[in-house]
């Protein structure tokens, strides 16, 4: 991320900005859930937002802020067409991989290169690590502990189903791996998409604010279809708003990385804790 600042945004860039965040939420946090009216989906709402947004920022420029609303477009489409769930089976790791890997993160970061002439950051180390940084990791560890148990335990009970494991013995073990490693492609996958990708784009024409409230949104969308259901939404953005303020902070993109991996590692705890009481220690 640059050092400086963006200009202020006009009122017509602010407008696009909001139309395609809002767009976001009805094309694929809300993909899932039944629409009213007797509509099809809730994405029938969202795509002539996403198409107004994009039109606005035609019109109002620059033309890298038009060019980045297309990549947001993108990103939606590809959302929207790809079944995104708990689901831990070959087939579907394997469109997730084609699908979040490449159609998210390669294809973006070549246009970013190539047509916006605007590289992402990929910005993983930025000097030394501050003691404020080492503080944080313990300290980020127990909050998010804290909150996941009342998650898990009290808010949202049923949430591990968005997760499904075997009820037997057969084939646990191979189940558990499989959720472990899931979730940890998935968490460095929500940093590069969401932090490098979209509030990079974001805090190159907005203000810090602006933007991590916008990219919180995309967050929060995307992991609300995926399992985050109840006070799911609650819960991620305030975490997406910490990731967003702490790469600002840190520069690093290892560092937010290494906290969503250590938060990744209390939610398979407490999914496998769940379904199967008593697998591990648990208060």
Same mark, same amino acid.
């Given at each position: 991320?640059?050092?400086?600042?963006?200009?202020?945004?006009?009122?017509?860039?602010?407008?696009?900005?909001?139309?395609?965040?809002?767009?976001?939420?009805?094309?694929? *946090?809300?993909?899932?859930?039944?629409?009213?009216?007797?509509?099809? /989906?809730?994405? $029938? +709402?969202?795509? %002539?937002? !996403? @198409? #107004?947004?994009?039109?606005?920022?035609?019109?109002?420029?620059?033309?890298?802020?038009?060019?980045?609303?297309?990549?947001?477009?993108?990103?939606?489409?590809?959302?929207?067409?790809?079944?995104?769930?708990?689901?831990? *089976?070959?087939?579907?790791?394997?469109?997730?991989?084609?699908?979040? /890997?490449?159609? $998210? +993160?390669?294809? %973006?970061? !070549? @246009? #970013?290169?190539?047509?916006?002439?605007?590289?992402?950051?990929?910005?993983?180390?930025?000097?030394?690590?501050?003691?404020?940084?080492?503080?944080?990791?313990?300290?980020?560890?127990?909050?998010?502990?804290?909150?996941?148990?009342?998650?898990?335990?009290?808010?949202?009970?049923?949430?591990?189903?968005?997760?499904? +494991?075997?009820?037997?013995?057969?084939?646990?073990?191979?189940?558990?791996?499989?959720?472990?490693?899931?979730?940890?492609?998935?968490?460095?996958?929500?940093?590069?998409?969401?932090?490098?990708?979209?509030?990079?784009?974001?805090?190159?024409?907005?203000?810090?604010?602006?933007?991590?409230?916008?990219?919180?949104?995309?967050?929060?969308?995307?992991?609300?279809?995926?399992?985050?259901?109840?006070?799911?939404?609650?819960?991620?953005?305030?975490?997406?708003?910490?990731?967003?303020?702490?790469?600002?902070?840190?520069?690093?993109?290892?560092?937010?990385?290494?906290?969503?991996?250590?938060?990744?590692?209390?939610?398979?705890?407490?999914?496998?804790?769940?379904?199967?009481?008593?697998?591990?220690?648990?208060?």
């Amino acid at each position: 991320m640059s050092d400086a600042l963006p200009p202020p945004a006009t009122a017509g860039r602010r407008a696009s900005l909001w139309l395609i965040t809002a767009a976001m939420v009805l094309v694929v *946090g809300l993909k899932s859930y039944a629409a009213p009216w007797g509509l099809p /989906g809730w994405h $029938v +709402l969202g795509w %002539p937002l !996403l @198409a #107004a947004g994009i039109y606005l920022a035609h019109r109002v420029g620059p033309v890298n802020w038009f060019r980045a609303t297309v990549l947001l477009a993108w990103l939606m489409g590809v959302l929207h067409f790809t079944r995104i769930d708990g689901d831990t *089976g070959d087939t579907h790791a394997l469109e997730l991989v084609f699908s979040l /890997g490449i159609g $998210v +993160l390669v294809v %973006p970061a !070549l @246009a #970013a290169k190539y047509w916006l002439r605007e590289p992402l950051d990929y910005s993983w180390f930025y000097g030394r690590w501050s003691p404020r940084m080492w503080l944080w990791l313990p300290a980020g560890f127990a909050l998010a502990f804290g909150f996941m148990w009342l998650y898990f335990q009290v808010l949202t009970p049923t949430l591990h189903h968005s997760w499904p +494991l075997p009820a037997g013995q057969e084939g646990r073990t191979e189940a558990m791996w499989r959720l472990f490693w899931g979730c940890n492609f998935v968490g460095v996958w929500d940093e590069l998409a969401f932090i490098n990708f979209v509030f990079v784009l974001f805090a190159r024409h907005f203000r810090f604010g602006e933007a991590n409230l916008a990219q919180a949104v995309f967050f929060t969308s995307f992991l609300h279809e995926m399992a985050f259901v109840g006070w799911g939404p609650v819960v991620i953005y305030v975490f997406a708003l910490v990731q967003g303020l702490t790469y600002k902070t840190t520069r690093s993109l290892f560092y937010i990385v290494v906290l969503h991996l250590m938060i990744d590692t209390i939610l398979f705890y407490m999914i496998v804790n769940r379904w199967y009481p008593g697998w591990g220690w648990h208060p």
